[in-house]
């Protein structure tokens, strides 16, 4: 099993910034890297970026257009650990944020099998 803890979230004044982390307890070798996801009140859960891992070509990252440009995905020097840096936030940034393994694909999509226990980030204006 792969345990995900995460921290960093709090409250922030709208134009601040933020970072997340994320470790996981264990390296698998099946995964292919990790992702970032938000909830906000009333709505559904939301891709906002994931990190896949490639040894050939580097490291790939992709974003959800509300976030391109003012978040980052990364990874530490340990392949276990992930962040999120926030910049430049907003109060619809407003939400619990969540990172994820990503262990399996299905045709073109990744799939999360391990979850972290979510962080709240609130955005003031």
């Known amino acids: 099993q792969v345990l995900l803890v995460e921290s960093g979230g709090g409250l922030v004044q709208a134009g601040g910034s933020l970072r997340l982390s994320c470790a996981a307890s264990r390296r698998t070798f099946s995964s292919f890297g990790f992702g970032w996801f938000r909830q906000a009140p009333g709505m559904e859960r939301e891709f906002v970026a994931n990190?896949?891992?490639?040894?050939?070509?580097?490291?790939?990252?992709s974003y959800a257009a509300s976030v391109k440009g003012r978040f980052t995905i990364s990874r530490g020097s340990a392949v276990n650990t992930v962040y999120l840096q926030m910049n430049s936030l907003k109060p619809d940034d407003t939400a619990v944020y969540y990172c994820a393994s990503a262990d399996r694909r299905v045709g073109q999509e990744y799939e999360y099998d391990y979850w972290s226990q979510g962080t709240q980030v609130t955005v003031s204006s």
């Open positions: 990190i896949i891992w490639s040894a050939w070509s580097g490291d790939i990252t």
